[in-house]
T-cell receptor, first 111, second 118 residues
Framework: AQSVSQHNHHVILSEAASLELGCNYSYGGTVNLFWYVQYPGQHLQLLLKYFSGDPLVKGIKGFEAEFIKSKFSFNLRKPSVQWSDTAEYFCAVNERGDMRFGAGTRLTVKP | SAVISQKPSRDICQRGTSLTIQCQVDSQVTMMFWYRQQPGQSLTLIATANQGSEATYESGFVIDKFPISRPNLTFSTLTVSNMSPEDSSIYLC???????????????FGEGSRLTVL
């Protein structure tokens, strides 16, 4: 089964800073890729997803992610973060119905 | 999309007791999943519950410890049996809403049940 690595456990940024959260999965194959977000006190919700086609996908709230097949990566980016982006972010990989999650990255945005 | 309600949202339990967590979905879904999210760790799949069949457990999880019911297409329960402090965790119910088929659709999650075992 796939394993998913998120490189940063906790990221602290100031408002308006740019964000990039790393995500790598363990081996090639036909995969579907997701980023989920969990705001404080709320349930997990989908931020964006990649199934096929354009490897640069755009999600809600100005987030985007780029699928680089050769690097087994699906990094999440946002050009300018806001205080309201403070949350935990989870990368997930679905291979033939087997969904695996990364350990999560906690993002703290300072006002 | 799907709206998922979990009960209880949190509980504090004594060692050796059992707790049943309920998951209600606002639409009929084939596949329901139970995850555990331990402090500072990733989400770990406990089991897949499909209506009309026995739940399928992941490695490291057994039916005697985590019995699951799936009586219909909108409801499931997970019981954490004979609890110990190591079972303290958030337990999450999730369902998949087919996008291009049930194996590729995104997951929707309940708010989770935070369990503390003393």
């Amino acid at each position: 089964a796939q394993s998913v690595s998120q490189h940063n456990h906790h990221v602290i940024l100031s408002e308006a800073a740019s964000l990039e959260l790393g995500c790598n999965y363990s081996y090639g194959g036909t995969v579907n890729l997701f980023w989920y977000v969990q705001y404080p006190g709320q349930h997990l919700q989908l931020l964006l997803k990649y199934f096929s086609g354009d490897p640069l996908v755009k999600g809600i709230k100005g987030f985007e992610a780029e699928f680089i097949k050769s690097k087994f990566s699906f990094n999440l980016r946002k050009p300018s973060v806001q205080w309201s982006d403070t949350a935990e972010y989870f990368c997930a990989v679905n291979e033939r119905g087997d969904m695996r999650f990364g350990a999560g990255t906690r993002l703290t945005v300072k006002p | 999309s799907a709206v998922i309600s979990q009960k209880p949202s949190r509980d504090i339990c004594q060692r050796g007791t059992s707790l049943t967590i309920q998951c209600q979905v606002d639409s009929q879904v084939t596949m329901m999943f139970w995850y555990r999210q331990q402090p500072g760790q990733s989400l770990t799949l406990i089991a897949t519950a499909n209506q009309g069949s026995e739940a399928t457990y992941e490695s490291g999880f057994v039916i005697d410890k985590f019995p699951i019911s799936r009586p219909n297409l909108t409801f499931s329960t997970l019981t954490v049996s004979n609890m110990s402090p190591e079972d303290s965790s958030i337990y999450l119910c999730s369902v998949v809403v087919p996008a291009r088929g049930p194996t590729t659709g995104e997951l929707f999650f309940g708010e989770g049940s935070r369990l503390t075992v003393l």
